[in-house]
């Protein structure tokens, strides 16, 4: 440990992102659901420990090894926004964890929210909130 700091200092330290409950303590990103299955399915489907691929310092599961296989291809196409924080909490200028029910697909990018009575708050304004969550989200994710 360093010199002088509590191991609760050197955690929050961090960037959020790193330590946030969006991933499982098996370090599961969005709670082992697949992200490509939002777009193919439609809705949220959880992965399969079969079907894994590590992306971004997080394990990501999938339902199938098609759509890890797609994931492994494009990342970015299919990973959700902030990290896989709440849009909402990153258009407010901080983090939260997520339902991987609460879910929107708007532009082609995945968002995520921490429930779906603050997904209909962040749905009232959807462009004004991706405005103020890509602003704010370089701050969050670097700690400063």
């Given at each position: 440990m360093a010199a002088g700091l509590t191991a609760a200092a050197l955690i929050s330290?961090?960037?959020a992102w790193a330590i946030d409950p969006v991933f499982t303590k098996g370090g599961l990103a969005i709670?082992?659901?697949d992200p490509v299955a939002y777009f193919t399915e439609g809705t949220p489907v959880e992965?399969?420990?079969?079907f894994t691929h590590r992306h971004d310092g997080a394990l990501w599961q999938f339902?199938?090894?098609a759509n890890r296989?797609?994931?492994a291809a494009d990342p970015e196409r299919y990973a959700p926004q902030y990290g896989g924080y709440c849009a909402w909490a990153v258009s407010q200028g901080y983090t939260a964890s997520i339902d991987p029910?609460?879910?929107r697909i708007e532009d082609g990018k995945?968002?995520?929210n921490y429930s779906k009575s603050v997904q209909r708050r962040w749905e009232r304004d959807i462009p004004g909130n991706i405005v103020k969550?890509?602003?704010n989200w370089p701050d969050i994710k670097t700690g400063g």
């Open positions: 330290a961090r960037p709670r082992g659901f992965g399969k420990p079969l339902a199938s090894a296989d797609a994931f029910e609460a879910w995945l968002y995520l969550a890509d602003s």
